[in-house]
């Protein structure tokens, strides 16, 4: 199954990401597909996505000495790695729970803001309106597993 995996760059360390579960996750579930009847199958991956740079926003609320950027791994688990049990009204329709941490291989890319929306994303984190409305209008520059040493930070 494909996951979008909200994280911080503080799980990015020296090309090596540190993904310990289990965790928040977000993919394309029966409720999000029930949600978004008219999208195809690139624009459900792709609200699962921005749902979970939302997610990623939230983590670095709560991760002071991260880096002020948006990061979000794109993995693919077994199924029997993912929990998809109905989560609660006021919860974002593409979540799940990755029950185990995802191996090397598993990682088929990232995404993560580029460096010049550090400000902007602190500014969002600091209750800047006009900020979060400019941070959730960006689109999150795509790395290859094998670029994931030359992400800036």
Excluded: K, N
Aim: glycine letters at 4%; a negative charge.
């Amino acid at each position: 199954m494909r996951l979008y995996l909200p994280a911080t760059l503080d799980d990015l360390r020296d090309g090596v990401l540190t993904l310990p579960a289990p965790r928040r996750a977000h993919a394309v579930t029966p409720a999000l597909t029930a949600l978004l009847p008219d999208e195809d199958e690139e624009g459900m991956e792709f609200a699962a996505q921005l749902m979970a740079a939302d997610d990623a926003l939230v983590l670095l609320a709560g991760t002071p000495s991260a880096p002020t950027l948006r990061l979000v791994v794109t993995v693919e688990v077994a199924d029997d790695l993912v929990d998809t049990s109905p989560v609660a009204d006021d919860e974002p329709a593409s979540l799940v729970t990755l029950t185990g941490e995802p191996s090397t291989d598993e990682v088929v890319c990232v995404h993560v803001d580029e460096p010049s929306a550090a400000a902007h994303v602190a500014r969002a984190l600091d209750g800047d309106d006009a900020a979060l409305e400019d941070v959730a209008e960006r689109d999150l520059l795509w790395y290859d597993v094998t670029e994931l040493g030359r992400i800036p930070r």
